[in-house]
Every structure is written in structure tokens, then in C-alpha cells.
């Protein structure tokens, strides 16, 4: 009975574990997408400002 116990316990305490993963990923993926809008915004801006640089 305390081998299954250890075994439900580790069982939870990785569940727990791959949650906190998947959130940890999904606020990675997050915070790529808004640094890539901000990248793609400024090489727009310098897109602009060379393009008026050449009129």
C-alpha cells in the first residue's frame, strides 16, 4: 500500500509539474509574439524613414 501511495504522490507532483511547464510555455510563446509585432512595427518604421530618406 505505500508503494502505491508513493506512486499516486509522484504521479500528482509530476502532474503538477507538466501544468506549471505547459504554463511557462505558453507565456513564453506569448511573450515571442509580442516582441516579434514589436520588431516587425520598428522594421516598418525604418522602412518608412528610408523610403523618405530616398525621395
Not at 6 to 21: K, Q
Request: net charge negative; proline share 0%; glycine share 8%.
Amino acid at each position: 500500500m505505500q508503494r502505491i501511495d508513493a506512486a499516486r504522490e509522484a504521479g500528482a507532483r509530476s502532474a503538477a509539474t507538466a501544468g506549471a511547464g505547459s504554463a511557462r510555455v505558453v507565456e513564453l510563446v506569448n511573450s515571442h509574439e509580442k516582441l516579434r509585432e514589436h520588431v516587425a512595427e520598428s522594421l516598418r518604421e525604418l522602412d518608412d524613414l528610408l523610403g523618405k530618406l530616398e525621395e
